[in-house]
């Protein structure tokens, strides 16, 4: 008991000093596996219970007198009692289904990245945490974003931008491998925050996204990412 304690105790204090986003997915994903447990307890349970009304005696009196008690007098049939069992399994499945398609992106904010020739912008009206990456408009402006991938897989990555001069574009590295680029159409103003989704390969635990702005003429303020 005093080592469970001990475990649970150093888990919680966080000893890996993992990013709040990958905190809050492990959660979701650790509430997902407890419902699963829960569904595989509820079948073992049901494999159970039929198992022990196959092996159940006949009645002792209808062994006796030979005659089969009136029906109404009988207890509930093995398919009814099964079929009871299975409604809770049934609904927790459903649950389980519900939330893993639910499950919402792990969000990162630009602002939190690092960057060159660039700034950091507070106060923003409409952007995540009121905060946001701006002046990307040099050749040599970038912000680089941490993101975790559970497993190497190909992704969709969206990026939240605003771009209130005009058309922009950016140049999106993954890696320092390979590079797209991402078309960002006008927005109203710079508070006007608009989605552009790109779907990307990204390597089992994290990646770096690296934003540039390209040689065009207007450029893009950024929001944040999310992973989906």
């Given at each position: 008991m005093v080592l469970v304690v001990s475990l649970l105790v150093w888990f919680l204090v966080d000893p890996l000093r993992?990013?709040?986003?990958v905190l809050e997915g492990l959660n979701r994903r650790a509430s997902v596996i407890g419902m699963f447990t829960g569904a595989a307890g509820?079948?073992?349970s049901m494999?159970?219970?039929r198992a022990q009304l196959r092996s159940r005696p006949a009645d002792d009196d209808a062994s006796i007198s030979g005659t089969p008690e009136p029906a109404h007098a009988r207890g509930?049939?093995?398919?009814?009692?099964?079929?009871?069992a299975a409604v809770p399994a049934v609904v927790v499945t459903t649950l389980i289904?519900?939330?893993v398609v639910s499950e919402r992106p792990v969000r990162y904010e630009a602002e939190d990245g690092t960057y060159?020739?660039?700034r950091r912008l507070y106060n923003i009206d409409g952007a995540s945490n009121n905060a946001s990456m701006g002046y990307l408009n040099h050749p040599d402006?970038?912000?680089?974003?941490?993101?975790?991938?559970?497993r190497a897989d190909t992704y969709t990555v969206n990026v939240r931008y605003s771009a209130a001069d005009g058309n922009a574009r950016q140049?999106?590295?993954v890696n320092g491998s390979y590079k797209v680029v991402l078309h960002y159409p006008g927005s109203d103003t710079w508070t006007s925050w608009s989605d552009a989704p790109v779907r990307l390969k990204l390597d089992h635990k994290w990646n770096t996204l690296r934003f540039q702005h390209d040689d065009g003429l207007f450029a893009a303020e950024l929001d944040y990412v999310e992973i989906s």
């Amino acid at each position: 008991m005093v080592l469970v304690v001990s475990l649970l105790v150093w888990f919680l204090v966080d000893p890996l000093r993992l990013p709040g986003d990958v905190l809050e997915g492990l959660n979701r994903r650790a509430s997902v596996i407890g419902m699963f447990t829960g569904a595989a307890g509820l079948v073992v349970s049901m494999l159970g219970l039929r198992a022990q009304l196959r092996s159940r005696p006949a009645d002792d009196d209808a062994s006796i007198s030979g005659t089969p008690e009136p029906a109404h007098a009988r207890g509930p049939r093995p398919r009814t009692i099964l079929l009871i069992a299975a409604v809770p399994a049934v609904v927790v499945t459903t649950l389980i289904v519900l939330a893993v398609v639910s499950e919402r992106p792990v969000r990162y904010e630009a602002e939190d990245g690092t960057y060159h020739n660039a700034r950091r912008l507070y106060n923003i009206d409409g952007a995540s945490n009121n905060a946001s990456m701006g002046y990307l408009n040099h050749p040599d402006s970038w912000v680089e974003i941490k993101v975790y991938a559970p497993r190497a897989d190909t992704y969709t990555v969206n990026v939240r931008y605003s771009a209130a001069d005009g058309n922009a574009r950016q140049y999106l590295t993954v890696n320092g491998s390979y590079k797209v680029v991402l078309h960002y159409p006008g927005s109203d103003t710079w508070t006007s925050w608009s989605d552009a989704p790109v779907r990307l390969k990204l390597d089992h635990k994290w990646n770096t996204l690296r934003f540039q702005h390209d040689d065009g003429l207007f450029a893009a303020e950024l929001d944040y990412v999310e992973i989906s």
